[in-house]
């Protein structure tokens, strides 16, 4: 596909989520400002992002440090300004190369994390990382996330950093379950949360089957890929 081709099929299918954003947004009566669109550009290329950038989305989703580290460093070679959020599962001894390019992590799933990452952003960085506290909603360990009863632990260890800020609680719902019954549950823990942490106010939730159902339920953050991008390669 040429590069303008490339372009203007991304500029259709950006026209068309932001319609929905915005139609589900009134739906329910929420300001489309409460939005912010992450476009997860996973396994595409950096010139995607490019293209992205210039249609106005400059909110960039990356879930494997080494794709994510590379990307940001292409992007910033051209001189565009994005925000990287990174996404994914993040290793221990990832968090010193997230924290120099990252300036939302949405994966803190574990105390462990938190510590290394404050100690990267102390290193590297001369302003906080603002982070989402990430919940499984099912316990199935490979989509990753804390079971319900460890969030509480590790909002109150990130809040103990002010290299840190936390924005909110993050999910990824389980394949098999119904969209808003796994946002409904989402909301119930977020907002528990909340009570003890009112500054953990966003909800990082809703990826490309299921943003509407997400934006009903008060997501803040859509972490949206293949709608936006098409399909990816399964993962090897
Ligand atoms: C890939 C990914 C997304 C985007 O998924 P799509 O279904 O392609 O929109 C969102 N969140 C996380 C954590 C991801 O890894």
Known sequence: MSTEDRH????????EIRTRIAGACEAVGRSRQEVTLVAVTKTFPAVDVLAL???GVRDIGENRDQEAAAKAAAVAEKQVEVRWHFVGRLQTNKCKSVARYADVVHSVDRISLVEPLARAVAAHRDHPLHVFAQVSLDQDPSRGGAATSELERIATAITAHSELR???VMAVPPLDVDPDSAYRRLVEIASALREKFPEAAALSAGMSGDFESAIRHGATHLRIGSALLGGRPPLG
């Open 53 to 55: 950038a210039r249609l």
């Open 8 to 15: 203007a099929r991304l500029a259709a299918s950006l026209a």
């Open 166 to 168: 936390l924005l909110g």
